[in-house]
T-cell receptor
Framework: GAVVSQHPSRVICKSGTSVKIECRSL??????MFWYRQFPKQSLMLMAT?????????EQGVEKDKFLINHASLTLSTLTVTSAHPEDSSFYIC?????????FGQGTRLTVV | AQKITQTQPGMFVQEKEAVTLDCTYDTSDQSYGLFWYKQPSSGEMIFLIYQGSYDEQNATEGRYSLNFQKARKSANLVISASQLGDSAMYFC?????????????FGSGTKLNVKP
């Protein structure tokens, strides 16, 4: 199946700094990618839909200025958590669609200290 | 209303036995897809099985089968001959329509524990 690579898998950052997470589709082109956030023992919550060459569509309650999404190419979407705070600590996971299937990255565990 | 409902927060099954994980969905679309994913403790989402709304036969993939009851709007996952490595979180998901922009809706998940 298709491969989606997410990097980094783990990151620890200081409060107030920004962190960038990359999501790459390795063997297919993805015009649409999705970013999810998952709290411990909970389901995936969709944060935003990333569309190549246009602005991301954010879900209600997700701060656009806090979670910057860039989808500059057909194989790369990035999520930048700006001015991170401890409450931003979470598991972030991206997915890309190929036809009817969604393929997920390995996820990024962000810890803000 | 919730799009995807998984009513079993946790399940136990004896190794080598079969187990059914429940999933019901809510949609008014005629075209939709139903998915099951496995999430081990490492966090990655592993695709297991897909059922399209127009598929007349239940999907099967190895030890996984999807019991698709369209009239009841249910899409239960059946795992046959459970293995210890099946212990994980399992998520049911739905994608409405066939457009690439359509979002996935996930259920709350079921944690499966396989006992030796």
């Amino acid at each position: 199946g298709a491969v989606v690579s997410q990097h980094p898998s783990r990151v620890i950052c200081k409060s107030g700094t920004s962190v960038k997470i990359e999501c790459r589709s390795l063997d297919f082109q993805a015009t649409t990618m999705f970013w999810y956030r998952q709290f411990p023992k909970q389901s995936l919550m969709l944060m935003a839909t990333s569309n190549e060459g246009s602005k991301a569509t954010y879900e209600q309650g997700v701060e656009k200025d806090k979670f910057l999404i860039n989808h500059a190419s057909l194989t790369l979407s990035t999520l930048t958590v700006t001015s991170a705070h401890p409450e931003d600590s979470s598991f972030y996971i991206c997915s890309a669609l190929e036809y009817t299937e969604a393929f997920f990255g390995q996820g990024t565990r962000l810890t803000v200290v | 209303a919730q799009k995807i409902t998984q009513t079993q927060p946790g399940m136990f099954v004896q190794e080598k036995e079969a187990v059914t994980l429940d999933c019901t969905y809510d949609t008014s679309d005629q075209s939709y897809g139903l998915f099951w994913y496995k999430q081990p403790s490492s966090g990655e989402m592993i695709f297991l099985i897909y059922q399209g709304s127009y598929d007349e036969q239940n999907a099967t993939e190895g030890r996984y089968s999807l019991n698709f009851q369209k009239a009841r709007k249910s899409a239960n996952l059946v795992i046959s001959a459970s293995q210890l490595g099946d212990s994980a979180m399992y998520f049911c998901a739905m994608r409405e329509g066939l457009n690439n922009f359509n979002k996935f809706y996930f259920g709350s998940g079921t944690k499966l524990n396989v006992k030796p």
